[in-house]
């Protein structure tokens, strides 16, 4: 197993992107089945970097975090990072759950903030625990022994009303707590992601990878649902080409395998150190994006 910091030194040393998968923990035992043994073994032919899986925001599926993260290292031989969130967790449990981690091996963690449960509402930070990622940043370099990632926003956080660009710096003081390497919300626009690495890197002089986090669309009220919970825009274009695929999921699923394809394309001309793939636990469309872009 592999610092993902390091995994992603190897790969510019060769120019080649990293690719990682993203993964969320499935509700039901038959669906963790099938994602154990079908699923991630599918996608583990593409190779990937390596693999993460989410941090639910909140019910039985948060202690399945490491216990998947845990099988794909071991059944796979695959590197995998485990999200953790600040929600409802004082600083003992976050040291458990690291202790926990440690002990199975697990040396890459995505410290992230989380949503309040049920994704509506004011954050509300637990007592004895932290009200920003930062802090769960700078709480885990104080542990030692990860490698950490942190979450970006190209077109700024939904619920920083400063705007982006004072959520940007938030991003930065992140990266000066210790994290080694961001990953991105999903966006449908390059020019976002664009406008946000050149503030990144020449304004705030950041130098640690920043990657494109990808969604392949599975549906058009899927994704619509997604955009206005997490406010991500989609571009009218594509907007117009989904409403008139309507309800016509196989029709949606390849349109969303055409339009990833040519946004990662672009995304790879213009110099990105990876791609990170929000698989949604689906094998079929990350599969064929990675393979037209000659990745697998
Ligand atoms: C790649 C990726 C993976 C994710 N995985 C998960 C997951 O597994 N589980 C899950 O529940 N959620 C996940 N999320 C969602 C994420 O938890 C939410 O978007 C959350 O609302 C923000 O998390 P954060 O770590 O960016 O928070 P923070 O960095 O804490 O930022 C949250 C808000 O607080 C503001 N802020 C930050 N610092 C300060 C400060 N000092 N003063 C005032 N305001 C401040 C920011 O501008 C922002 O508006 C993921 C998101 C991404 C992009």
């Known amino acids: 197993m592999q610092y993902i910091r390091d995994l992603y030194i190897a790969k510019r040393a060769i120019n080649r992107p990293g690719i990682s998968f993203e993964f969320f923990s499935p509700k039901t035992p038959e669906g963790e089945r099938a994602f154990l043994e079908k699923t991630v073994p599918e996608l583990a032919l593409l190779k990937p970097d390596y693999c993460s899986v989410t941090y639910g925001a909140g019910g039985s599926t948060r202690e399945k975090t490491l216990m998947l993260v845990d099988r794909i290292q071991r ?43 049920g994704g509506a509402g004011d954050f509300q930070k637990t007592d004895g625990g932290f009200e920003y990622s930062y802090q769960l940043v700078e709480f885990i370099r104080r542990i030692g022994g990860f490698c950490i990632g942190t979450a970006g926003f190209p077109e700024g956080h939904i619920a920083c009303a400063e705007g982006k660009e004072v959520d940007w710096q938030r ?32 304004k705030l002089g950041i130098s640690v990878p920043i990657i494109p986090g990808i969604l392949p669309i599975l549906s058009a009220s899927q994704i619509k649902r997604f955009t206005a919970m997490c406010g991500a825009r989609i571009p009218e274009a594509f907007l117009g080409k989904l409403d008139a695929l309507g309800e016509n999921d196989q029709a949606v699923k390849e349109f969303g395998i055409e339009h990833a394809t040519e946004q990662c394309a672009e995304l790879l001309r213009e110099g990105v150190p990876g791609l990170h793939f929000y698989t949604l636990n689906k094998a079929y469309s990350t599969t064929q994006i990675v393979k037209n872009l000659k990745l697998a």
């Open 75 to 117: 059944d796979q031989g695959l590197t995998a990072m485990a999200h953790l969130t600040c929600v409802g967790h004082t600083e003992d449990e976050l040291e458990r759950i690291l202790e926990d981690a440690k002990a199975l091996g697990i040396l890459n963690i995505l410290a992230l903030r989380g949503d309040p449960p």
């Open 171 to 202: 991003l930065k003081a992140k990266i000066d707590c210790g994290a080694d390497f961001v990953i991105t919300q999903l966006f449908f626009d390059n020019k976002d992601f664009f406008v946000f690495r050149e503030h990144l890197t020449k």
